[in-house]
């Protein structure tokens, strides 16, 4: 029977579940079945006319159908139905013309999410390892230390031997040798009344089951004198104390930190199992653009928005594969755009309604535009979309849109595949507003905020191309698209770009 895939959006309504085998000989009897399982799911597919809402886009078998006649098209027995969540559509051409509807954050949020996992594992040498995430668990194949060693400087003896030992009264054992770090530990033997100079880490000889420390201890020629008892095992270190042969170490999911690299090295792990970090492309395009760094001139502009989002690439675990600045030539783009490689495309400018904007039909052409038109300020244009398996975000091209679109669109996509946790990336303070913000009920709103002795305070929610707006700011807080904004002295989240100069 015809089986029906639900897009991220849109499990939530029918338990969690992608995959629902179905009968039905149409694609709207196919989805009948479903609504039968999930009553629920009925309105948020289809409108009060029967037909299906603008934000979803029907594929059978791989080929997205026409959105006249789409319920009565016919399936077969072994048909896929896929439901994708988009906005206009995804194909209707916005240029000089606007956006009839946008997509709420939250839909575009799981729109960007919807079947991203962790890549696949790759093996990283252990100067690079730390901060990259660990693909599998890693258990120990051998002891650390691999011997018993000595704690201290000192004496390796028998305890026996240093029994009722004073200072007025010290035992008197006669030096046998001595053990230093990396010394064949079998080269010296510790017999009744014997003893071994020995330093810290140096194997303990056989036969010593202790270690007196130097203080308590004095060479008289051949002889050493102790003049205080010690314990059986004191001051030795067993081998295996550090690390037990088969103790899982490390589990999958861990971020590596320097410790972790270090204990790695120390049981003879020289590549560490890590996720890929994600093949990420940039392409940035406009016939304003000068390249980055270079002095503002005439009605040209320098590219802010590559080495930006180089910076939040790597933050993420990702990997630039590449970072093109294109003019706004559609030929061009397209070659930039379908080129292998991959896994995510970031594109900025192009992606509004403007005569040069082709980045969406572009996407379109090539492969598929889930999301174009985001119900959220900045970032508004934004969209998001797949060529093939690589994903691709179209970002707006003003400095502050592009960052609110990575933050809150790509940087959780590319954290997932690099194993991170999709969630925001800065640190949460719950501050009292030093002014009122207003939004706008149905529009999330990324503000960014300055933080100060008594709370914070709004800079800005507009002004998508002051890019100073965001260096000014400590951080950012959400408008919830349910919210006409939060009024003086409401307690709010405020996300933070870095740590705060200021105490809570």
């Not at 954050?105 to 999410?113: C, E, G, I, N, T």
Request: net charge negative; aromatic share 4%.
């Amino acid at each position: 029977m015809p089986v029906v895939l639900l897009p991220e959006v849109l499990r939530f309504h029918a338990q969690g579940v992608e995959r629902h085998d179905v009968p039905g000989a149409t694609v709207g009897a196919a989805l009948d079945g479903v609504f039968a399982r999930f009553p629920a799911m009925r309105t948020r597919t289809l409108r009060a006319d029967g037909t299906v809402w603008p934000y979803l886009a029907v594929f059978v078998d791989g080929a997205e159908v026409a959105r006249d006649g789409v319920l009565v098209r016919a399936v077969g027995a072994a048909s896929v139905i896929e439901l994708v969540g988009m906005a206009e559509g995804g194909g209707r051409d916005v240029r000089m013309r606007g956006f009839e509807a946008r997509a709420s954050l939250d839909d575009a949020v799981a729109a960007a999410l919807d079947g991203v996992a962790p890549l696949d594992w790759e093996a990283a040498p252990l100067e690079s390892a730390a901060g990259r995430v660990l693909a599998y668990d890693v258990a120990s194949t051998v002891d650390v230390p691999p011997f018993a060693r000595s704690a201290m400087d000192g004496y390796a003896v028998r305890a026996e031997d240093t029994f009722g030992a004073t200072v007025q009264d010290p035992a008197r054992l006669e030096l046998a040798g001595e053990s230093m770090p990396g010394c064949d530990a079998a080269a010296v033997r510790v017999g009744p009344r014997l003893a071994v100079r020995i330093m810290t880490g140096a194997p303990v000889p056989a036969g010593a089951d202790a270690v007196v420390p130097a203080e308590h201890a004095h060479e008289d020629g051949a002889a050493v004198l102790v003049d205080a008892p010690v314990s059986p095992a004191k001051n030795v270190g067993r081998a295996g104390e550090d690390v037990a042969r088969g103790d899982v170490l490390l589990c999958a999911g861990r971020r590596l930190r320097a410790q972790d690299v270090g204990i790695l090295a120390s049981i003879g792990v020289a590549r560490a199992p890590v996720v890929r970090r994600p093949r990420v492309r940039i392409v940035v395009s406009g016939n304003e653009l000068l390249p980055p760094g270079v002095r503002p001139v005439g009605s040209k502009i320098a590219d802010s928005n590559t080495p930006m989002l180089a910076a939040l690439v790597a933050r993420d675990l990702g990997d630039v594969e590449s970072a093109l600045r294109l003019p706004d030539d559609e030929a061009t783009i397209r070659e930039a755009l379908a080129a292998e490689g991959a896994d995510v495309i970031l594109t900025s400018g192009g992606t509004s309604v403007g005569r040069e904007d082709h980045v969406p039909q572009i996407v379109r052409a090539l492969g598929r535009l889930d999301v174009h038109g985001i119900a959220m300020r900045p970032a508004s244009p934004a969209g998001i979309g797949r060529i093939g398996a690589t994903r691709v975000f179209l970002l707006p091209g003003n400095p502050v849109s592009c960052l609110a679109a990575y933050d809150l669109l790509a940087g959780p996509a590319i954290r997932r595949m690099a194993g991170l946790p999709a969630d925001l990336p800065y640190p949460v303070r719950r501050v009292r507003l030093l002014a009122a913000v207003s939004s706008q009920l149905g529009r999330a709103d990324y503000c960014r905020v300055t933080l100060e002795p008594g709370g914070a305070r709004p800079l800005a929610i507009s002004g998508a191309s002051v890019l100073s707006s965001a260096v000014r700011a400590d951080g950012f807080l959400l408008v919830p698209a349910a919210s006409e904004g939060f009024p003086e002295g409401a307690e709010v989240d405020v996300r933070l770009y870095d740590a705060s100069p200021w105490a809570p």
